[in-house]
């Protein structure tokens, strides 16, 4: 028992521990990839959107945005974002004759940085997604007199998400093993939490061990949730 | 010899465009060119070391033999539960920082240099993610071709090795590309411990003159190398068709 | 350390923050360079460069805000306005002042080399040695400067990390500035320097933005004034025992 104590100690909770730190550091990655997620799937059915669209003034721009975010690394993204964003917050400030002295939170950052990121592989869910629905369904519409507007309203949109969710799922495992990267740009979310906790108490191993298992149960759950989900979304649709 | 080698490459490609780039990439230019090279020659390393492991992998997941099949699930299972920093930390910080007295004069000579510590997560990690995605193509190869080639006495390994396998990756070829790519992208975060890639080094170069245009610089490098691999799957596509067809 | 750094942490939740009443001078330091600067464990900001801060903030009669930010973002920190001064060991260099501005020095630094008090290296074979130093530091840009931009450097986010993985034995030196050095030193049985402190003339200055003139002046006035009553030597000498001026 005693040996125990002294391996795990550092990781016990209350005064001297850092047990309850890292929850709340796991608390943080959580509404980080929360928002993340959130935030990019706006952005991604807008860009899918874009993509899908007629004019090329949309349709160029939203393909040279994914191509570059899924050719240059998370980690790169997040740093320019960082540094970036307040640079270009205040230059805005300046330049519409307001003082500048604005700062973007961190938090704010990385969940615009993560965003960003993922907007590009959701569009990409997303327009497949657009693209798997039966043409023959669309067709069917058209002959009954539907409008475009309605196809789309009633027979491609509620199928999105059917056909969506199982790259949505892997989506947010990505975003959440993703969210690690913010403590690079010193955000306090679990990863940085350990690394603090294994500098100050000299147990490197012990701390990251911990972030790694607490990152593990948190992907595990989510994938529990993920297979239900997919299940839901298979509901009353016959097997090809 | 071999580093020297890397040097002369990266000095003769700066020389060569030092006519046509601009201040601040004339300067830093070989510092971006060597770390580009350690970024290739890791992720080569890595993804090609990983391919085999991943068969590996897969076959003994597979197997139906539990001493076998248990830990290759384990290790599928943890390197993609746990994002790729947190491995790179814990094997680099977390074990590095046991030290030569706990580890052994053979094991610390591994742990002590940044690089192979890098390159060990990378490939365990792309291993990973590539044995399930072999997996996923196994489970589109007609099962029936496995019983017909058991049936006629070939034993179970030759028949996923011959049979079965390149089936599965022909299929997979696709999604193996994107996590090429992907790998390439994860790469990055070696720097954090110290090896000195594309990132690490533009990380330096940034750190001294705080100029943005230093992060795009390296975007563009890293996007060159996306278009490299794309171009590189897909050439590997056209031949599996061709020679499928035939 | 931490429970200052996860305070902060929460309270960058918050949307972005205007820049604060003019009266209230914001400081920044790192809160991670022992003796000069960093946090106690009740998240209270210490070290010499906090009290010579405090000092100049009294003598100059104005209330001061001191943060902690991490080096790597404390210069673009500065010129967004997020503070106003840099009081953080910082060395006055060409490269920082196309970016910055500095008030005079308010200490000399030096470098220094450490590594096992057994080993065989000394400063003229040093290139063949690997060197560990904090990213983005003096130390850093010195060994990048001498030895070029091949040689075995190590760089690390923090100057912990670099002495963690030369306790380990993984890095054979570390580059760091004279003062902390010799801290770490007198910490960690069986290291030491290697051969005498360097002087690389480099003086440290505090940091504020370009063309602020009026602040840099009432920063050198309040320096001379607490050089002059003996202020500044009290911190000193409390700290090293020595006047680092």
């Known amino acids: 028992m005693e040996t125990l104590h002294t391996l795990l100690g550092p990781l016990s909770f209350g005064q001297g521990g850092w047990g309850d730190d890292l929850l709340k550091g796991a608390f943080l990655t959580l509404q980080l990839a929360l928002c993340a997620m959130t935030a990019g799937l706006v952005l991604g059915l807008l860009l899918a959107g874009a993509k899908l669209s007629s004019s090329r003034l949309l349709r160029w721009p939203a393909s040279g945005y994914t191509l570059f975010v899924r050719g240059v690394p998370e980690f790169l993204i997040l740093l320019i974002v960082f540094f970036g964003s307040d640079r270009l917050l205040n230059w805005t400030a300046t330049s519409l004759g307001l003082e500048a002295g604005y700062e973007v939170p961190k938090f704010l950052a990385a969940v615009i940085g993560l965003s960003l990121i993922f907007a590009a592989y959701a569009c990409e869910i997303f327009r497949g997604a657009y693209l798997a629905v039966p043409t023959g369904q669309i067709e069917a519409g058209a002959a009954i007199g539907l409008t475009r507007r309605q196809v789309f309203l009633r027979i491609r949109f509620p199928q999105l998400w059917r056909f969506a969710i199982p790259g949505l799922g892997n989506l947010w495992m990505v975003v959440l093993k993703d969210t690690s990267l913010a403590a690079v740009i010193a955000l306090n979310e679990l990863l940085r939490i350990a690394k603090l906790g294994g500098e100050t108490e000299i147990r490197p191993l012990l701390f990251f061990t911990a972030a790694g298992v607490i990152y593990l149960i948190m992907t595990s759950v989510s994938d529990i949730g993920r297979a239900s989900l997919e299940a839901r979304a298979r509901r009353g649709v016959a097997e090809v | ?246 | 350390m931490k429970k200052s750094t996860i305070t902060a942490g929460l309270m960058a939740l918050a949307l972005g923050t205007a820049a604060q009443a003019e009266d209230v001078l914001r400081i920044a330091t790192e809160g991670a360079y022992p003796p000069f600067n960093n946090v106690t464990a009740d998240g209270e900001l210490v070290g010499f460069d906090v009290e010579i801060a405090k000092a100049l903030c009294a003598e100059m009669k104005r209330e001061c805000e001191i943060v902690a930010q991490d080096w790597d973002g404390i210069i673009p920190g500065l010129v967004n306005d997020k503070y106003d001064a840099i009081v953080a060991s910082m060395s006055i260099t060409e490269e920082r002042q196309q970016a910055i501005d500095f008030t005079d020095p308010y200490y000399s630094n030096y470098l220094s080399v450490v590594a096992a008090s057994d080993t065989e290296i000394t400063q003229d074979t040093l290139k063949d040695a690997s060197i560990g130093a904090q990213r983005s530091t003096i130390g850093s840009q010195w060994a990048e400067d001498t030895y070029g931009s091949r040689a075995d450097i190590r760089l690390y986010d923090t100057n912990p990390a670099a002495f963690s993985d030369l306790k380990a034995g993984r890095v054979d030196t570390v580059v760091v500035d004279f003062l902390p050095g010799a801290a770490w030193v007198g910490e960690n049985d069986g290291f030491g320097f290697v051969g005498d402190r360097i002087d690389i003339e480099d003086k440290i200055g505090i940091g504020i933005r370009k063309g602020e003139a009026d602040l840099a002046a009432a920063l050198n006035a309040a320096l001379a004034a607490i050089r002059a009553n003996g202020t500044y030597e009290a911190i000193s000498v409390e700290y090293f025992g020595v006047d680092i001026f």
Do not use: H
């Open chain 2, 1 to 246: 010899m071999y580093q020297e080698f890397k040097y002369l490459i990266s000095d003769s490609v700066c020389a060569g465009l030092s006519p046509l780039s601009g201040d601040l990439f004339g300067k830093a230019c070989p510092r971006f060119i060597d770390g580009f090279l350690v970024t290739i020659e890791l992720l080569v390393l890595a993804c090609g070391i990983g391919f085999f492991l991943a068969i590996g992998l897969t076959l003994a997941r597979m197997s139906g033999r539990r001493p076998l099949a248990w830990p290759a699930t384990a290790l599928v299972y943890v390197f993609r539960g746990t994002p790729l920093l947190v491995q790179l930390w814990i094997i680099y910080f977390g074990f590095g920082s046991l030290g030569e007295d706990i580890l052994g004069p053979i094991l610390w000579s591994f742990f002590k240099n940044p690089w192979l510590v890098g390159l060990l997560v990378l490939t365990l990690n792309t291993s990973a993610y590539v044995s399930e995605i072999f997996r996923g193509g196994l489970a589109n190869v007609d099962r029936g071709q496995l019983e017909a080639a058991l049936s006629i006495g070939m034993p179970w390994l030759r028949a996923m090795r011959r049979i079965m396998l390149p089936q599965a990756i022909r299929i997979a070829w696709p999604a193996y590309g994107n996590e090429l790519v992907l790998m390439m992208k994860g790469s990055a975060l070696i720097s954090t411990i110290t090896v000195l890639d594309l990132m690490g080094q533009t990380r330096t170069v940034f750190a001294r003159n705080f100029d943005l245009t230093t992060y795009l610089y390296a975007a563009i490098l890293y996007l060159v190398l996306a278009g490299l691999i794309t171009a590189f799957v897909n050439t590997i596509e056209r031949r599996m068709q061709l020679s499928a067809g035939r």
